[in-house]
């Protein structure tokens, strides 16, 4: 496993405060010859991208979508406005690059990044497809984001349960993706910003392999960033690795003083 390091970030605002911690890493899994994974952690924004179609082309969707955000935060505005033309570019890359497929070349984008132009800061998550962002708040976890996948759209009609969803033939069909056959926007959230949160990003090679409790059970028993995404890597691993692996796990502290 690449060395794993906890960054920091002390962000100073009018109205206090806050202090961010993160850490992030991914692994090709023990089944998968190509990472077709990609990430993004730096601040203010923090996403994970995963990539499907054929050998390829997922790595080059998750990567050119990642490319570009990475060149928003450069760009000093992180906004849904600043978000959506980014992923306007990437689709654009995406169907340019040389080596892409017509395979259902596309990628998942979830995370959340930071606002803080307003009166009071908040979180803004997006999510594109089944990657997830859960939160643990008041020691109970919670998944912010929904699929958007056929099993999900089941589960919320009431033909399927959660437990028959774990190992459904569809488990892996996502009904929206960064591609280049559709123009597709993120679902938004806006949280507050409050003190101890620990948030989870992820790709669906984890959640393949540790259950909701077991990423609580991992938070908790490791208070550091790194450390608790090593944990999560090595038993996700340890649990069969049957896909893609990637983690990013940012702490928030808002200080009195």
């Not at 202090?19 to 992030?24: G, P």
């Not at 990472?35 to 179609?53: I, K, R, S, T």
């Not at 984008?109 to 998550?125: D, N």
């Not at 550091?224 to 502290?253: F, S, W, Y």
Request: hydrophobic share 35%; net charge negative.
């Amino acid at each position: 496993m690449p060395e794993v390091t906890t960054h920091t970030r002390r962000v100073p605002l009018h109205g206090g405060d806050i202090e961010l911690s993160w850490a992030e890493s991914t692994d090709t899994g023990r089944r998968r010859e190509v990472n077709q994974d990609a990430v993004l952690a730096e601040y203010p924004l923090f996403v994970v991208a995963d990539g499907m179609g054929g050998h390829l082309g997922g790595e080059i969707a998750s990567t050119s979508t990642v490319d570009r955000l990475r060149a928003t935060v450069a760009a000093g505005s992180v906004t849904p406005k600043s978000i959506e033309k980014a992923l306007s570019r990437a689709v654009k890359d995406i169907v340019a690059h040389p080596e892409t497929t017509d395979e259902g070349t596309g990628t998942t984008l979830t995370g959340l990044y930071l606002e803080t132009s307003g009166e009071e800061p908040h979180w803004v998550t997006l999510n594109i497809g089944d990657s997830r962002v859960y939160l643990l708040r008041d020691d109970d976890i919670v998944q912010v984001t929904t699929d958007h996948s056929v099993v999900q759209e089941l589960i919320a009609a009431g033909r399927l349960s959660p437990e028959e969803a774990e190992n459904h033939p569809y488990g892996n069909v996502i009904t929206r993706a960064v591609g280049p056959s559709d123009s597709v926007k993120p679902d938004y959230l806006r949280l507050e910003v409050v003190d101890g949160d620990r948030f989870v990003i992820c790709s669906d090679g984890l959640t393949k392999e540790l259950t909701d409790f077991g990423i609580r059970h991992f938070l908790e028993a490791n208070r550091d960033p790194a450390n608790a995404v090593k944990a999560m890597m090595a038993a996700a691993l340890e649990n069969g690795g049957r896909d893609n692996i990637t983690i990013v796990v940012l702490d928030v502290a808002r200080p009195t003083a």
